[in-house]
């Protein structure tokens, strides 16, 4: 059985940084693509980044890019989202999840490419 199981989210002021961790089990982890997903209160979830099973494509939404990265560790099954300059706007339920394939697909920012969700962390930005 697949399981995700983010961690790192917390209460951070704007401008600062976090780094939230996906480890993953149940899963030969290095095969598939995984992603990053968020949901801000009241709003639809929306698609944050991706990374390739290799980690040699990234896609990132353009509301984070130059301030996220993301990154994976293959040997520990972990995916890794280096939030910096966070902004109130970031404020938001993290989720990561494992892509159906192991490419990234062309519709790789819809949610319906990921099979597998963690339970998501909590990140708050206050200004």
């Known amino acids: 059985q697949v399981q995700l199981v983010e961690s790192g989210g917390g209460l951070v002021q704007a401008g600062g940084s976090l780094r939230l961790s996906c480890a993953a089990s149940?899963?030969?982890?290095?095969?598939?693509?995984m992603g990053w997903f968020r949901q801000a209160q009241g709003k639809e979830r929306e698609f944050v980044v991706c990374?390739?099973?290799?980690?040699?494509?990234?896609y990132y939404a353009e509301s984070v890019k130059g301030r996220f990265t993301i990154s994976r560790d293959n040997a520990k099954n972990t995916v890794y989202l280096q939030m910096n300059s966070l902004k109130p706007e970031d404020t938001a339920v993290y989720f990561c999840a494992q892509a159906r394939t192991s490419y990234v697909a062309s519709n790789y920012y819809s949610s319906s490419q990921y099979a597998y969700w963690g339970q998501g962390t909590q990140v708050t930005v206050s200004s």
């Open positions: 990374i390739s099973r290799n980690g040699g494509y990234t």
């Open positions: 149940g899963v030969t982890f290095s095969t598939y693509a």
